[in-house]
């Protein structure tokens, strides 16, 4: 019989939490197109009236090549509009910080021989006809310069001096939001009483965005933001966000009808991406579990892969549910129950998920009233299998090897189990994980260092 380890507290949450599984919420209009920053000229001569619309490659590093006319009601301006997309700039398309190659549709309008109108880039935030203040008016002229920074600069330096300007507080918000400063966005936008019609969309935007970033943090100002963003526009990205705030605030009956709502006009948007549908259907899945509809929740796993066959956020979904539950079978010292969980947490398909229920899964063998060391040796290999840099999965490595060095005295056994804490330590270090890294070199103290003890049955 194996005889007992003198473990340290071996606390799973310490060790390796569900949450660090990467978040599955994710706005849904994370992807933020390219957009035009300044319009260029043409010395070609117009041909007459009508619209070209012009295909142009924004490219991550913010050179451009124009690539296709995609429609043309005059073939006669063609050669015009061609030659101000090319002599515009434009600002990168981001997928959340990152700045990305993509296209942007470029709208250009004729009337005679001039230019009445194109299009306004990824906003949609018109500044003409607003009633602003001087100061507020400075401000516009620097956003529509594409000086997004500097526009926030001047807005907070004049605020210091008019707090109550309004029109200078929508400003701020205008810039943060074409910024991709979501957070500062809604908070300018959130201390203007009535917000004026044509900066709603960008408001709604940001308190959308704001509410599914901040969900964890401060539910309470998520559910806050959300309910304003629904408020100003009720849409799909601003319904998933108050589905997500919902959720955080464990209020999952109102987030499964919020989430229904945005899956049901997501599908019927040709216009929104494949990958935010995704993310809506992920959160759904979310809300379905946490109402303990696992028959629902399976349906819209299933059509997850069917809108993106690579897509595992259905198993990300379904396999923290089950971990969830896991943990909690863990803490209540059902280990069979929590293995259980684990094991059917690790064979939803999602490799991050597996490697979290197969560490999980040895240490609540180690804090089991049995142990049994050779098993739990076997979820470690498991976890190691498909990460080998995981350090917690290393740890359990050795305790398992410890525990069978103690009985076996074999001094094989000993040097896996020495190598298996030396990489855990190592790797701990290199992730800055302090915590580990002294729970480790003080099981190894307290343990391998020490005399084996002597087999059952056996004298002093």
Do not use: C
């Given at each position: 019989?194996?005889?007992?380890?003198?473990?340290?507290?071996?606390?799973?949450?310490?060790?390796?939490?569900?949450?660090?599984?990467?978040?599955?919420?994710?706005?849904?209009?994370?992807f933020?197109?390219?957009?035009?920053?300044?319009?260029?000229?043409?010395?070609t001569?117009?041909?007459?009236?009508?619209?070209?619309?012009?295909?142009?490659?924004?490219?991550?590093?913010?050179?451009?090549k124009?690539?296709?006319?995609?429609?043309?009601?005059?073939?006669?301006?063609?050669?015009?509009?061609?030659?101000?997309?090319?002599?515009?700039?434009?600002?990168?398309?981001?997928?959340?910080?990152?700045?990305?190659?993509?296209?942007?549709?470029?709208?250009?309008?004729?009337?005679?021989?001039?230019?009445?109108?194109?299009?306004?880039?990824?906003?949609?935030?018109?500044?003409?006809g607003?009633?602003?203040?001087?100061?507020?008016?400075q401000?516009?002229?620097?956003?529509?310069?594409?000086?997004?920074?500097?526009?926030?600069?001047?807005?907070?330096?004049?605020?210091?001096?008019?707090?109550?300007?309004?029109?200078?507080?929508?400003?701020?918000?205008?810039?943060?939001?074409?910024?991709?400063d979501?957070?500062?966005?809604?908070?300018?936008f959130?201390?203007?009483?009535t917000?004026?019609?044509?900066?709603?969309?960008?408001?709604?935007?940001?308190?959308?965005?704001?509410?599914?970033?901040?969900?964890?943090?401060n539910?309470?100002?998520?559910?806050?933001?959300?309910?304003?963003?629904?408020?100003?526009a009720p849409?799909?990205n601003?319904?998933?966000?108050?589905?997500?705030?919902?959720?955080?605030?464990?209020?999952?009956?109102?987030?499964?009808?919020?989430?229904k709502a945005?899956?049901?006009?997501?599908?019927?948007?040709?216009?929104?991406?494949?990958?935010?549908?995704?993310?809506?259907?992920?959160?759904?899945?979310?809300?379905?579990?946490?109402?303990?509809?696992?028959?629902?929740?399976?349906?819209?796993?299933?059509?997850?892969?069917?809108?993106?066959?690579?897509?595992?956020?259905g198993?990300?979904?379904?396999?923290?549910?089950?971990?969830?539950?896991?943990?909690?079978?863990?803490?209540?010292?059902?280990?069979?129950?929590?293995?259980?969980?684990?094991?059917?947490?690790?064979?939803v398909?999602?490799p991050?998920?597996?490697v979290?229920?197969?560490?999980?899964?040895a240490?609540?063998?180690?804090q089991?009233?049995?142990?049994?060391?050779?098993?739990?040796?076997?979820?470690?290999d498991?976890?190691?299998?498909?990460?080998?840099?995981?350090?917690?999965?290393?740890?359990?490595?050795?305790?398992?090897?410890t525990?069978?060095?103690?009985?076996?005295?074999?001094?094989?056994?000993?040097?896996r189990?020495?190598?298996a804490?030396?990489?855990?330590?190592?790797?701990?270090?290199?992730?800055?994980?302090?915590?580990?890294?002294?729970?480790?070199?003080?099981?190894?103290?307290?343990?391998?260092?020490?005399?084996?003890?002597?087999?059952?049955?056996?004298?002093?």
């Open positions: 019989m194996n005889q007992p380890l003198r473990v340290l507290s071996i606390a799973v949450a310490t060790l390796f939490a569900v949450g660090q599984i990467p978040a599955l919420a994710q706005y849904a209009n994370e933020v197109p390219a957009k035009l920053i300044k319009e260029g000229k043409t010395s001569t117009i041909a007459g009236s009508g619209k070209v619309v012009v295909q142009v490659q924004v490219n991550a590093d913010g050179s451009h124009v690539t296709k006319i995609i429609s043309s009601t005059n073939s006669g301006d063609n050669a015009a509009a061609i030659e101000i997309a090319n002599s515009s700039t434009y600002r990168p398309a981001r997928r959340g910080t990152a700045p990305i190659t993509a296209f942007y549709d470029f709208t250009l309008r004729f009337n005679g021989r001039t230019v009445v109108q194109s299009s306004s880039g990824s906003s949609g935030v018109s500044l003409s607003a009633s602003l203040t001087p100061a507020a008016s401000v516009a002229a620097l956003i529509r310069a594409g000086q997004y920074a500097q526009a926030k600069s001047k807005a907070q330096m004049e605020l210091l001096s008019s707090p109550g300007d309004d029109s200078l507080r929508e400003m701020l918000g205008v810039a943060s939001y074409d910024a991709g979501f957070t500062a966005a809604s908070a300018a959130d201390k203007v009483p917000i004026g019609v044509q900066f709603r969309s960008a408001a709604a935007q940001s308190f959308a965005a704001a509410a599914v970033k901040g969900a964890t943090d539910p309470e100002q998520s559910l806050a933001y959300a309910q304003k963003a629904v408020a100003l849409d799909t601003s319904r998933f966000a108050l589905g997500v705030a919902q959720l955080a605030n464990n209020d999952s009956a109102a987030a499964l009808a919020s989430l945005a899956h049901d006009m997501a599908m019927a948007d040709s216009k929104i991406p494949l990958a935010s549908k995704v993310n809506i259907d992920a959160e759904l899945l979310q809300a379905y579990l946490a109402n303990n509809d696992v028959q629902d929740a399976q349906g819209i796993a299933a059509q997850i892969k069917q809108l993106d066959p690579s897509s595992t956020a198993a990300r979904a379904m396999g923290a549910s089950l971990l969830k539950s896991g943990q909690a079978a863990a803490v209540a010292k059902d280990t069979p129950t929590a293995l259980r969980d684990y094991d059917q947490a690790a064979a398909g999602d991050t998920v597996a979290t229920a197969n560490v999980l899964a240490f609540a063998i180690a089991g009233p049995k142990p049994d060391y050779k098993r739990m040796q076997s979820y470690a498991k976890a190691i299998a498909l990460q080998p840099d995981n350090p917690q999965a290393n740890f359990a490595e050795g305790i398992a090897l525990a069978q060095w103690s009985s076996s005295h074999d001094d094989g056994t000993k040097k189990a020495t190598d804490f030396a990489k855990a330590d190592q790797l701990a270090k290199a992730q800055g994980n302090e915590a580990l890294s002294l729970q480790i070199e003080t099981f190894v103290k307290q343990n391998l260092n020490s005399a084996p003890s002597a087999p059952s049955g056996s004298g002093p």
